[in-house]
């Protein structure tokens, strides 16, 4: 079987590019429920912000994705005040399970230097500021995607029918699932039970099983019902648990395999195990570290960052506890900590890097600007 990675990066961010006179750069975050794009001014550091509609293909159409990813792209240069033959370079950063249709559809509607990636690429930029390190992503969708010194590797990324592993969709529909078991009596009692058809404001799980499919309800609608299900969980429901430990463990095992096949694993000793067999230690904080696995002292010289990003993991201990244990299997030495940035920073970032000025953000500076303009 062909086993080359399922990502290959634009030439133009394989290595920072020569130093060039931009001023402006734009990055742009395309999910399954919005989209933002951001212009920055690198002279003064001033963030401008547009905001559009969902623009995952799967979702909506490649049409419908590129009308809003060009909407949002272009209130944000407005906003900034000047129009997109000044921009450096342009980052759009799209889920969904293939971005070649939205990208050849941007291209024809502003230029080539507009780059169109896997929104897992700028999800892994924000995480590791563009170093070695792992990105995963656990929104209404799930991706993993990292870099180590034998090159880049994605795992999952195949949408709601094939894939999602720890996603909010993918929580959701397994809790309906749950709810529905135990309404039928082939599986255990479950408070979800109640909370789902109360959540959709449905009179009965069956109902909520029809309305399932002839409303039908969205991804996102689907995920949204996973915040009930932590809810659950945290009060002790033992089904709503073994939900978010299955997640955990589906999607663990995706970024294990991208710390294998990248090497980021090669000089941790035997795979996270010690002499008995049992899980090694590891360092076990949620720092949400994004400095790009740079050392940190002789005794941490091996580490590198797993930074968690996306709604899924606002679930708390639940879902990052078995998830961790899991990755430290491993890799014993990986920082694993949820990323404080929003993901179309790091869409900035790669937009910085093309351009030659990636020298100039900090990427701490950087995520309180980001922050900042999207509470305004």
Same mark, same amino acid.
């Given at each position: 079987? &062909?086993?080359?990675?399922?990502?290959?990066? +634009?030439?133009?961010?394989?290595?920072?590019? +020569?130093?060039?006179?931009?001023?402006?750069?734009?990055?742009?975050?395309? #999910?399954?429920? &919005?989209?933002?794009?951001?212009?920055?001014?690198?002279?003064?550091? %001033?963030?401008?912000?547009?905001?559009?509609?969902?623009?995952?293909?799967?979702?909506?159409?490649?049409?419908?994705?590129? /009308? !809003?990813?060009?909407?949002?792209?272009?209130?944000?240069?407005? /906003?900034?005040?000047? #129009?997109?033959?000044?921009?450096?370079?342009?980052?759009?950063?799209?889920?969904? =399970?293939?971005?070649?249709?939205?990208? /050849?559809?941007?291209?024809?509607? @502003?230029?080539?230097?507009?780059?169109?990636?896997?929104?897992?690429?700028?999800?892994?930029?924000?995480?590791?500021?563009?170093?070695?390190?792992?990105?995963?992503? $656990?929104?209404?969708?799930?991706?993993?995607?990292?870099?180590?010194? &034998?090159?880049?590797?994605?795992?999952? #990324?195949?949408?709601?029918?094939?894939?999602?592993?720890?996603?909010?969709?993918?929580?959701?529909?397994?809790?309906?699932?749950?709810?529905?078991?135990?309404?039928?009596?082939?599986?255990?009692? =479950?408070?979800?039970?109640?909370?789902?058809?109360?959540?959709?404001?449905?009179?009965?799980?069956?109902?909520?099983?029809?309305?399932?499919?002839?409303? +039908?309800?969205? &991804?996102?609608?689907?995920?949204?019902?996973?915040?009930?299900?932590?809810?659950? $969980?945290?009060?002790?429901?033992?089904?709503? @648990? !073994?939900?978010?430990?299955?997640?955990?463990?589906?999607?663990?095992?995706?970024?294990?395999?991208?710390?294998?096949?990248?090497?980021?694993?090669?000089?941790?000793?035997?795979?996270?195990?010690?002499?008995?067999?049992?899980?090694?230690?590891?360092?076990?904080?949620?720092?949400?570290?994004?400095?790009?696995?740079?050392?940190?002292?002789?005794?941490?010289?091996?580490?590198? +960052?797993? *930074?968690?990003?996306?709604?899924?993991? %606002?679930?708390?201990?639940?879902?990052? !506890?078995?998830?961790?244990?899991?990755?430290?299997?491993?890799?014993?030495?990986?920082?694993?900590?949820?990323?404080?940035?929003?993901?179309?920073?790091?869409?900035?970032?790669?937009?910085?890097?093309?351009? *030659?000025? #990636?020298?100039?953000?900090?990427? $701490?500076?950087?995520?309180? @600007?980001?922050?900042?303009?999207?509470?305004?």
């Amino acid at each position: 079987m &062909k086993r080359d990675s399922l990502v290959q990066l +634009p030439a133009a961010l394989v290595s920072p590019a +020569p130093p060039t006179d931009a001023r402006y750069v734009m990055g742009v975050d395309g #999910g399954a429920t &919005k989209t933002l794009a951001a212009v920055l001014d690198l002279r003064e550091q %001033k963030l401008h912000v547009g905001r559009g509609g969902p623009s995952n293909q799967d979702a909506v159409g490649a049409g419908a994705a590129v /009308r !809003e990813l060009l909407c949002a792209a272009d209130e944000a240069l407005a /906003r900034a005040g000047i #129009g997109a033959a000044q921009l450096g370079a342009a980052v759009l950063a799209i889920a969904g =399970t293939d971005t070649e249709d939205i990208a /050849r559809n941007v291209r024809a509607a @502003r230029t080539d230097a507009w780059l169109v990636i896997n929104d897992v690429l700028a999800a892994w930029a924000t995480a590791t500021g563009a170093g070695p390190g792992v990105a995963a992503i $656990a929104g209404t969708g799930s991706n993993v995607f990292g870099i180590g010194g &034998k090159g880049a590797w994605r795992a999952g #990324g195949w949408g709601h029918l094939l894939g999602d592993e720890g996603s909010g969709y993918w929580l959701g529909v397994h809790s309906i699932k749950a709810a529905l078991r135990d309404r039928e009596g082939s599986g255990p009692p =479950t408070a979800l039970s109640d909370a789902a058809p109360a959540f959709f404001a449905q009179p009965s799980v069956e109902a909520l099983a029809a309305h399932v499919y002839t409303k +039908p309800l969205t &991804k996102g609608e689907i995920a949204a019902f996973a915040v009930e299900t932590a809810k659950l $969980a945290d009060r002790g429901d033992a089904v709503a @648990r !073994e939900i978010y430990e299955r997640g955990a463990h589906e999607l663990g095992e995706q970024i294990a395999a991208v710390i294998r096949e990248t090497g980021l694993c090669d000089h941790q000793g035997d795979g996270g195990r010690d002499g008995d067999g049992h899980d090694g230690d590891g360092d076990r904080s949620h720092d949400g570290d994004s400095d790009g696995g740079r050392d940190r002292g002789a005794g941490d010289a091996q580490s590198f +960052p797993v *930074g968690l990003i996306g709604s899924a993991f %606002k679930a708390g201990a639940v879902f990052i !506890e078995p998830l961790t244990r899991i990755i430290h299997a491993c890799a014993p030495h990986a920082r694993v900590g949820i990323v404080e940035m929003a993901p179309v920073g790091g869409s900035l970032l790669l937009a910085a890097r093309a351009c *030659g000025k #990636g020298e100039q953000i900090v990427v $701490a500076e950087l995520c309180s @600007r980001v922050d900042d303009a999207l509470r305004s």
